[in-house]
């Protein structure tokens, strides 16, 4: 079983990758576009590989950003004294679950009911 400095040191390294990744896709991003600037696109399939692509990394993007946004929001638990607390239910989160998923901020069982009403919504 993880301590709560092990978690936290998670946290801090997950963060970091996070943070690396998006300034990768950054730069990626960057020189696709200098690579394309001043050569003439004319043909339709090009241009919709283009678009793909750019779909693709925006989507990737979103999904670090969120990322990093609930890891930072978890590290800022542990300054607060409140990590490992479910945000739901106030209930404490189980310990496999924080080992499994640091960033977690529900239980088991709100996350079940969450997942649920999210079903039940679609």
Known sequence: MATREELRAKLEHDKAQVLERIEVLKADSDNAGDSREGSPFGKRE????????????LAMERRLRETLADLTHALSKFESGTY????????????DRLEARPQASLCMRCKAQQTKSVAGAS
Not at 46 to 57: H, I, M
């Open 84 to 95: 490992g607390t479910c945000e739901r239910c106030g209930n404490e989160i189980e310990p």
């Open 46 to 57: 090009e241009e919709a590989t283009e678009a793909f692509e750019l779909e693709k990394r």
